[in-house]
């Protein structure tokens, strides 16, 4: 078992920047890969962005080139730098293990104005 704690959220507007912090209670290094997820308003969770214990990432298409994901496992923290952002991105975000181990966290509310 592991207590994730998504940071970082907030209201941007359009165009705008979050960087998002997701803090482990133990190490993440057991994980295979960690993800961040978002869950819009009326949509289901998706996955936004992952990245392996190597350091390999990949990304939903609708933020590559927008969405940078990085970890200190010295730290224990998974974190998702969003840029460009869009009215479309506005959604509940968490973090977990990928493929996804149900350990989710209160997650982060982000908005974007337009």
């Known amino acids: 078992q592991v207590q994730l704690v998504e940071s970082g959220g907030g209201l941007v507007q359009a165009g705008g920047s979050l960087k998002l912090s997701c803090a482990a209670s133990?190490?993440?290094?057991?994980?295979?890969?960690m993800g961040w997820y978002r869950q819009a308003p009326g949509k289901q969770r998706e996955l936004v962005a992952a990245?392996?214990?190597?350091?390999?990432?990949n990304y939903a298409d609708s933020v590559k080139g927008r969405f940078t994901i990085s970890r200190d496992n010295a730290k224990n923290t998974v974190y998702l730098q969003m840029n460009s952002l869009k009215p479309e991105d506005t959604a509940v975000h968490y973090c977990?293990?990928?493929?996804?181990?149900?350990?989710w966290g209160q997650g982060t509310q982000d908005t974007v104005s337009s």
């Open positions: 990245i392996t214990t190597g350091a390999r990432t």
């Open positions: 977990d293990a990928h493929p996804t181990m149900n350990y």
């Open positions: 133990r190490s993440i290094f057991s994980f295979n890969a």
